[in-house]
């Protein structure tokens, strides 16, 4: 610590000193990081208002089906067709419309393929080798077989890589509707061989197949106000932009597959026996554990034979973006009911063998906790079920169903890290029927918008499923390596699903830190939560843009944010709050050398003629948590007559007596803004705590002050003790100076 002298700010006068200061910069919005965003956001309007809701021309397009698909078992081949009744509810004619043929994403040679850069790896598998070097290309993709009008005219298309042109005579205006019949097949995937985010998983034991079939039906591109069609390509990353519609859709399978889908199964009489369909009864009222449905018992009979006969499932679903399917005879059923509101939703799950006693035991009642945590912060879930499937190696989620990796091993036996990764992607994609199921955001532009939003969530379901859950995403010194990595491979958080090199980190892990980063320190968790519900109701079952929720977030909690979402949500400033000076002073009424000049204001225009106190720095200033003589109250004689003349004796008994004065400089070594959390330990074991907001480096932005008028001597200051703020370097974060512990320690 400097040696250095101040005053005392005491009793409400001002010590000041004449001083220049340097003009502000006018404009510079990159050097003033407390600057609104008005440079960053879309300018709001009829559609999107400036609070961040949806405004009074808000609309969106409407995509009905009429589906009937056929899953060839022996072939792993899906047949299919469907009728689109597409509603154009925008003020604009549309003089064509653009479908999604994500399944194309699969073909050889493809753009997506072409775009990637190769390397030769000296080591390769015989089987990785041969499938790279030695087979032909699989074929893979959609292969359309027409495309008609409601009269059964064909229509002119046009197919470009994973996007689909239908060419139209005549523009549809607004308020028409137009129907559209289409007719494909493709090859489905073994996607633990080829990767993909459905397909099938081979068990070669038995020689079943577990089918999770998504992404399987030529599908209409968003229509918005935002950038008209979302037709961008399908490159792999970035997923899916979906209008909502009604879905009918027929599923033919061998007769003894169990399906579970998107929707509610409306021929249950037909596909499940008399008994099964006793069991279902019975876990809709079953709210605290699972009734199974199909046991496991029936599916190992089932899964010895191979059915030559045909079963079709039929399912409805209201007011869904997309729709999913899981098929197998080697599933294992069960369910239970969940009380959501004045509503009561069926959790599900289905399941190979492999996947007991672990499944059986967690899956379904993951389900239900899922559900229950993501109401009580967003809405109540308005589907009728949720349903969670087996599928190892697989993490992915549609409307109502979703699939899921982590299994036992061959045993039985379930490590610790397995159980607990298995219900971590349980409450992930179970959560992602509320983000971006229902808030639909654009995954293909914003994947940090359903991801991150759902990592939150995801955390904070499991801290209540279990305080000392170990979740990946959320705490804030998790994401401490990735902000203080190379720059070079840092994207802001805004950045398109194709351009970022560490897709986890940037969109899963950072943008749910910064969320709670702004529950648990900047805004607090009553504002925090009422914003954060109030814009998942404003833009459930709509399409919201990233300037919807940062303008929704401050308008229902009066807090400015601007300058977090800037920083981080649009730079790759990480934050390193330090301490960089400590100074003790004590009471005096002989100025220094350094002060005896100095001019004390009274009011605005004033100077105050004195007697005054002072402040200055001690002799034993480096080791001030130890002042052998620190001057008290009533030894000045001059403040003492002041309070006797001032006070009664009823206020005297209620002053304060410090005999320590600290002046404490923070700096900001790191770029991001954040609020300064700051513990004081004493000398007698006991503590302070206190919080400063981001904007105490509003007119400085390398340094603040802070002033502590003790009772007590200070032993120690330590800055965010509990890693709150994902500070990059905690060796500055402490006075005097603690060692830290390298990574080999």
Known sequence: MKKLSLLLIFPAILLAQEKTVAPKQQGKYDTNKFSQ?????????????????PGPAYYQQQADYKIDIELDDKKSKLNGSEVITYSNNSPDSLEYLWIQLDQNQAKAKTQTSLAESEKINPVLALEGFSSKYLKKDLERGFNIEYVKDSKGNPMSYTINETMMRINLVTPLKPGEKIALAIKWWYNINNYRKEGGRSGYELFEKDGNKLYVIAQFYPRMAVYNDVEGWQNMQFWGSGEFALPFGNFDVNITVPADHVIDATGELTNRSEVFTPEQVKRYEQAQKSFDKPVVIVTQAEAEETEKGFSEKKK???????????????????FIYDAMAVK???????AESVYPKEANPLWGETSTMTVAHTLKSYSSHTFDYPYPKAVSVSAEDQGMEYPMICWNFGRPDENGVTSKEVKNGMIGVVIHEVGHTFFPMIVNSDERQWTWMDEGLNSFLEYLAEQELDPNFPSRRGPAKNIVPYMSGDQKFLEPIMSNSETIHQFGNNAYGKPAT?????????????????????????????????????????????????????????STDFVDIGIKDVKQYYVSETPTTDIKDVKVKKGRFGFEKGPFVYLVAGDNAEVSASS?????????????????????????????????????????????????????????????????????WRKNNDTAKKVYATSKAIKSIQIDPKLMTADIDVTNNSWPKAEVKSKFD
């Open 37 to 53: 965003m008005y440079d960053l956001l879309a300018t709001p309007n009829m559609f999107r208002t400036a609070s961040g809701a």
């Open 312 to 330: 079709t499932w039929k399912f409805s679903a209201k007011n869904v973006r997309d729709f999913g399917i899981a098929s197998s005879r080697k």
């Open 340 to 346: 959501i509101g004045n509503r009561v939703v069926m």
């Open 514 to 570: 910064g969320l709670n980063i702004l529950r648990e320190v900047v805004m607090g968790r009553e504002l925090f939560d009422y914003a954060f519900k109030t814009y998942a109701n404003r833009w459930k079952f709509k399409h919201p843009t990233p300037e919807d929720f940062f303008r929704t977030m401050e308008d229902a909690s009066a807090v400015d944010l601007d300058w977090f979402f800037r920083g981080w949500f649009y």
């Open 628 to 696: 052998k003589k620190p001057l008290k109250v009533e030894d000045v004689k001059s403040l003492a007559d002041y309070i006797n003349q001032t006070f009664t004796a009823e206020e005297k008994a209620e002053l304060q007596s410090p005999k320590y004065f600290y002046e404490v400089e923070f700096n900001k070594p790191g770029g991001m803004i954040m609020p300064i959390l700051v513990e004081i330990t004493y000398e007698d074991g006991t503590k302070d705590n206190y919080q400063y907001p981001a904007q105490i």
